[in-house]
Each structure stands twice: as structure tokens, then as C-alpha cells.
């Protein structure tokens, strides 16, 4: 069997932030596994810009933020191997992967870092009656059939959910030629960011429908038409709302589920809430040495913060590769509240955190002038005013080392919303 | 007084803007949380443009696309003559970011170049 200090799996955004920041942290023996042929990720495919103002203070495309991270791991002749699979991980830590060269091979890690993305949920989990004619795609396939294989898989379309992918491809398939009829989104919100609705929808004049969804697919081979229906506030169709579009294309954008078959074998208990890990401050799973960052973790809107958080991981990762950890370092639970759905990291230690430490959490609903308020214990810490908040974007809040000095007896840390 | 309703589209943020113009000039923008705001709010009620992200064929390389962009936005009503002009278009592999895969796209002046290596 081999032996590396840290296994990262998967070249992503998130393992590709993880893998430098290890490096740079001391950490020699890295190996980062990728089951597609390239480094990148989901960011290969898309093609759009505005990825990395945040971290490159420019508007970049996909594919230019991915290289920009890849390069990072070159310059550090940082191990990578392509084309394969990460089969297995166990709970002592040992990898079972597989490629066409090598066959299957074990590889003990000292410390793992989980960074496999997220995959999108399948349209089995949407539950729409009728036949299974083709032309039917998740809304990320179409992404890839069209910007890496270019192949247009329709010209009259209706796209299901109003996710981000769904946006673009909107866009996308307009640009292309097609004839984007309606976005129907079953929710009274998009789960989209607002720049995307505004460049993807209302530039090319294509009606967003709220508190819509798809009752109908006509068509035996291919689909032919497709009818939509108001929904009531129980998300029951509304009888006599019915809408039927002819077309030759569903396109499927229902949100994404963090991909976590592998954590789940590794014993790594995961958040009914979020899909993906339960983490403490230093972004460690309940298994030892078992740490996850990305959209494994949680889907995030933005690319930046994977590859902010990727770090931290990474810089975690190798603290507990040279030091070990402190086990009776006392763990606070975060507890979410009034609309803040989830918080990353679940537990923080006050002992073992840098001055800073950034939670990461998301709302359930569409906030206007509201407060998000800290509290350790019952005493209010901090009240920051967010003119709007939505459940398509993170939200974050900062907590201070010193400030939990001074509660030593803390038992635990309060996020939530306020209204005005 | 006018008053238009905007979402800056200048980063993720989608901050809510409100313009107020008088005889078609701008006298105020509010609701933006940093410069780029004000500015993209001035753009988009006298001049709109946009950044336009494509694909074009490649022979030869590990993919048969590559993705490419306009280097700088180019004006909103030019957008489909964009990704008209990029469908005749053949490139030979390699292709390298940064490489010009059109030049002077449409009229606009503004180079389309590729995001990828291929
Ligand atoms: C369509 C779309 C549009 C987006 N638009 C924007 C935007 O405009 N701006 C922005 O900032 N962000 C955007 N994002 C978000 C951003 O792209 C993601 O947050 C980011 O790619 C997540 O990085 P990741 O490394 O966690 O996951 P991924 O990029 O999904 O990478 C995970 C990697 O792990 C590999 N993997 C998984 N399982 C295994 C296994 N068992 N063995 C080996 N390898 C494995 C996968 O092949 C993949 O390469 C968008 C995302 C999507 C999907
Ligand atoms: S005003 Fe600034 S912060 Fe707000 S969306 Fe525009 S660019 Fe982003």
C-alpha cells in the first residue's frame, strides 16, 4: 500500500485551494484524485463570466479561474492523478481508488480532505408524471453538451427551477439559436442569483414564472409539449392555470445535493439540513483526520468562498499532519435560528481558533431590512443590518477569538434573524 | 424627475439600485455598495453593455470546443451579431487563454478571446 500525508479527492476549485494551501503549509506528500481527465471541476463547463471578483478582483470565466488554481498546483509540483476514481474511503483512513493503468489501488493517508463537489438533483426526485420521452436534461448536462461537446440538445425549450444553471443556460441556448419559452420555479422566490435574472432572463425578454411547475409532458419518443400550472401556497397546482408550451426540450434545474456516498462509508456524519458533512472549526468531520470544504460541504454560490474555505481546510489539514489535535479542546455548538437555515462550521472550539473564524450559513426565505444577531449564551454580541438576504445567497458572519475569551463558561452560539 | 429600479449585475452581490434622472441625465444613484454601482447604473440607463461568453469549434485539441469572451463588454444590442460572427469560426488546436480567436468582433472594436486550453 502507498502512503501519503494527505489524500485531497477531487480537483475542483475547493481540492485544487486545498492542496495549495497544504503545501504552503509544509505538507510534502499530497496527492490530489480526479475521476474526470482534467483539473477543474464543475468550472470547466462553465463558460460564463464572474467567477473570482472576490479573490482576483477581475471577472473572470470559469475555465480562467480553474487555470489560474491548476497553475498554483503545478508551480508547486503538487502530486495529481487523472482519470481516476476514488472508490472507498474507510474510517482509519485508508483510500481505495481505480484507473485504467493502475487498476485498483489502497493509499493510507495521514489526513483526507473531502472535495468532490455536488451533482444535481435527478429529475426521480421531482416526482413529474407522464411518460420519459428524450429531451429531457438536467440543466447541467445541457451545460456540458453544449460548451464542451458543442452539441444543442433542442431549439424550443422550457426550463424547470430557476437555480443559477438553469439562468445560464437560458442565456446559453438563446445565444445558440434556441427559443427559450418560459422559466416556471415551483418556489415564490428564485433560487438564482438576482445579477443572473437580470442578464440570463431580462435581457432576452424570457418570463420568469414563480410558484410554478410542470404538470404535464406530452410525447411518447421526444417531448412535444409541456404544460406548467400555478401552484397555491400547499405547492398544489391551481386548477385552471394551466399553460401549455410546444417544445422539443425540458431542461431540469432543481438545485444541487452535495455528493457524499464516500463520506458516508468513511463513518462521516452528514446534516439532513445541508446533505453534506458536520463540521467543527477547522472544517473536520467527526472521523479524525477527515476534513471537507466546498460544495461537498455545503452548495455555495460562489466560487470565491469555495476556494477561501478550500484554504482553510488545507491549512487545518496540515496542522494535524505535523501536530496531532487536541481532543479535550471544549466544542461550542452553533445553533441556527429564525430563518438561518444551517450554519458551516457547526462547532467551534474558542481555544483552537485564529483571531477570526467565518461562519457560512443560508436563510429559508426572502429577508428585507433585517438584522443578523450573534448571541453567545443570551448576551447579544453583534446586529448587522442586511438590506435584503435570499435563500439563493450566503450569508456570513465573523466571530472574534477575543470576544469568546471573555465568555469562558460559554455553552452556546446563537445566529439569527431579526426583523427591524 | 425620473426614477428607474435596477440590479447591478457588476458581482454576485445584485445590489438594488434606484436612478434618478432629470431631462435624461442622471443626478443620483443610490442603494449601490461600491463604486461599480454607480457606475454600471449610469451605463445602463444611457449606453447598456454586456461581457458575451461563447464557444467556438477547435480542430485537433483535447476538446472539440473552446470557450472564449469579448475582452471588454461590448454594447447590449450587439449581442447576437457576437455569437453569429463566432459560428463560421474554425480554430486549430493548441488554443491558449488569452489567445484572439476574433478580432474587431461585429464592429464593436473589441477582440474575442479564448478562456481555455485546448
Ligand atoms: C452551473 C454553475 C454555475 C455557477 N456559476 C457561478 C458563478 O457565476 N460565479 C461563481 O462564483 N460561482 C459559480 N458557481 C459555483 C462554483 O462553480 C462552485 O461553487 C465550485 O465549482 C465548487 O467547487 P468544488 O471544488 O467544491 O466542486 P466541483 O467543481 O464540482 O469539483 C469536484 C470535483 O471532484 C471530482 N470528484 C467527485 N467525486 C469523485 C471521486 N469519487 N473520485 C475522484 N474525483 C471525484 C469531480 O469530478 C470534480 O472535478 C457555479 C456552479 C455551477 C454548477
Ligand atoms: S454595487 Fe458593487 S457590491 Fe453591489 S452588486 Fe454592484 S458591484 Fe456588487
Redesign the interface.
Known sequence: MKNYDLVIVGGGPAGLAAAVSARDNGIESILIIERD??LGGIL?QC????FG?HTFKE??????YA?RFAKQVFERNIEYKLNTMVMDISGDKVVTAMNREDGMFEIQAKAIILAMGCRERSRGALNIPGYRPAGIYSAGTAQRL?????YMPGKKVVILGSGDIGLIMARRMT??GAKVQVVAELMPYSGG???N???CLD?FGIPLKLSHTVIDIEGKERVEAVTIAEVGPDRKPIPGSEIRYECDTLLLSCGLLPENELSRSAGVELSPITSGPIVNDSLETNVDGVFACGNVLHVH??VDYVSQEAAVAGKNAAKYIKEGKDSSAKAVEIFPEGGVRYTVPKYVRPTEIEDKLTVRFRVGAVYKNCYIATYYDDTLINKRKR??MAPG?MEQVILDKSKLAEFPDLNKITIRIEEA | METKD???????????LVVTMENNEVTSVT?NTCPRGDAYARKEVTNPT??????V?VNGG????V???TKEDIP?GK??EV?EALKSITLEAPVH?GDVVLSNVAGTGVDVIA???V
Open positions: 481527465k482534467e470547466n463558460i460564463h463570466n464572474g471578483l471577472e473572470l470565466t470559469g475555465p480562467e487555470s453544449v460548451n464542451m461537446e458543442g445565444l445558440e442569483l438576482k445579477r435574472i437580470v442578464q435581457d454560490d460562489l438590506p435584503v445567497e | 435596477l440590479t447591478c449585475i457588476g458581482c454576485p452581490l445584485g445590489c438594488s442603494g454586456r461581457i458575451v461568453t461563447s464557444t469549434r483535447s476538446l472539440p470546443m470557450s472564449c469572451k447590449k449581442i447576437f455569437t487563454i478562456t481555455k486550453n
